[in-house]
């Protein structure tokens, strides 16, 4: 038998997991699975912007080489501005580098940092890659609770109390997956204070910076001092429809001086996979110089604003389920009763609702959040789609119980 590396023992990515992988045998058999699962934007008719299409098709013969390990000069110099747009201090190209997409940026991120036991603070509910990433480069991913009775900010305290002589660094998502929570300046203000006086790395992922509702502002948490070592992660996979393309960036800013050996080591992981994926490299610039249609989205004219507020209506008309309101991204992390179900498995709710109603959901625990009172849906469907979806999930909870 050929096993697989223990270094896989504890890493988990539920969100393509094995209830995923159930419902693709379903559709091969012919039923019709409404996806309300997966992040990614293009399959639900939001398509990448024509400019950034326009711009890879006209480039591809300039693309076909090898690019500059950390990334073609036009793109890093956008991303620098963009940084100096969001008020992000003392940036120049050599601290931008660019990757297939945040996902493969964040695996770089730990494997060129940690060493056995080396604790990485992550938040619960997180998006799984992040827990992922530090087990699989030997860390030891550390959950700290975002407080769903405080608009699921991160629970100070928890953080304070989480932190050892081994903790490396803080991980912030923000805007948040799974909770769609984003963070005021206060809030990240107290924990770049912390990150301070603890001397911790501050892993900003801020791949959804610019999906946001109700007039919301999103602060960069790398503006905020100068005194620790940030890393901010963004790129084109959601802002602008284009996840497909696999194009994103790590910015390093704030106390670089101390961290030469560490910048050494991701540009020789960078070195090491040659390049990323260059067509949409090309893209980079045009996204981010050009006109921002997610804005056009995000209004209440918008598509999804529209979605996010009748996901919310129908989710939180359902006879016990409870939902904070997102204020960006296109994720809810509703909670369920677990008395009123008797739920003691949140994979089992999920697997049970696929099964009967051939929806597809991601429970709660697939985000590293502890108890089985949760599940994140994806609205990204059409409002008929999702009124049509969540009209029956209500149906199959009326006379749902797990015992
Ligand atoms: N970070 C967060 C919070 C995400 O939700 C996702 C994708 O869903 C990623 C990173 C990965 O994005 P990319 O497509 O850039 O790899």
């Known amino acids: 038998m050929i096993q697989k590396s223990t270094r896989l023992d504890n890493v988990f990515y539920e969100i393509r997991g094995p209830i995923f992988e159930k419902a693709m045998d379903l559709e091969k058999q012919g039923y019709r699975i409404t996806r309300l699962n997966i992040g990614n934007p293009a399959p639900f008719g939001f398509d990448a912007p024509d400019e950034i299409v326009h711009d890879m098709i006209v480039n591809l013969r300039n693309a076909q080489g090898y690019t500059d390990s950390k990334g073609i000069f036009a793109a890093r110099k956008a991303v620098m501005h963009y940084a100096q747009?969001?008020?992000?201090?003392?940036?120049?190209?050599?601290?931008?580098?660019?990757?297939?997409?945040?996902?493969?940026?964040?695996?770089?991120?730990?494997?060129?940092l940690l060493n056995p036991d080396d604790e990485i603070l992550i938040p619960s509910p997180d998006y799984p890659l992040w827990t992922a990433a530090v087990n699989l480069s030997g860390g030891k991913a550390v959950h700290y609770v975002c407080d769903e009775a405080s608009d699921w900010y991160p629970d100070l305290a928890d953080i304070e109390s989480k932190i050892t002589p081994r903790t490396k660094g803080l991980v912030l998502i923000n805007p948040n997956n799974p909770t769609g929570a984003v963070y005021p300046s206060e809030v990240l203000d107290a924990i770049v204070r912390l990150a301070e006086r603890h001397q911790l790395i501050v892993f900003s992922d801020e791949i959804y910076d610019k999906i946001l509702y109700d007039g919301t502002v999103h602060h960069s948490t790398a503006a905020l001092s100068n005194e620790v070592l940030f890393l901010t992660f963004g790129g084109l996979s959601k802002n602008y429809r284009a996840a497909g393309f696999r194009?994103?960036?790590?910015?390093?800013?704030?106390?670089?001086?101390?961290?030469k050996s560490y910048i050494e080591g991701l540009n020789a992981l960078a070195s090491m996979r040659l390049?990323?994926?260059?067509p949409a490299q090309f893209a980079i610039q045009?996204?981010?110089?050009?006109?921002?249609?997610?804005?056009?989205?995000?209004?209440?004219?918008?598509?999804?604003?529209?979605?996010?507020?009748?996901?919310?209506?129908?989710?939180?008309?359902?006879?016990g389920i409870t939902c904070v309101k997102p204020t960006g991204a296109f994720y809810m992390f509703p909670k369920i009763d677990t008395r009123k179900f008797n739920i003691v498995s949140d994979e089992k709710l999920v697997l049970d609702l696929l099964i009967d109603q051939h929806v597809l959901l991601v429970q709660g625990s697939g985000f590293n959040w502890k108890q089985p009172d949760h599940f994140r849906v994806v609205y990204l469907p059409t409002v008929e789609e999702l009124t049509t979806t969540l009209d029956k999930l209500r149906q199959f909870l009326a006379d749902y119980d797990q015992s």
Not at 95 to 105: K, P, T
Not at 107 to 112: E, H
Not at 275 to 278: G, H, M, Q, Y
């Open 85 to 112: 747009s969001k008020h992000i201090q003392d940036v120049t190209v050599e601290d931008i580098i660019i990757g297939n997409g945040v996902s493969e940026l964040i695996l770089m991120a730990m494997q060129a």
């Open 275 to 278: 390049c990323s994926n260059a």
């Open 286 to 319: 045009t996204a981010l110089g050009g006109y921002q249609s997610i804005n056009d989205l995000v209004l209440p004219s918008g598509r999804l604003h529209k979605q996010r507020e009748v996901c919310y209506e129908k989710l939180t008309a359902i006879p």
């Open 247 to 259: 194009a994103g960036w790590v910015i390093i800013s704030g106390k670089k001086h101390v961290a």
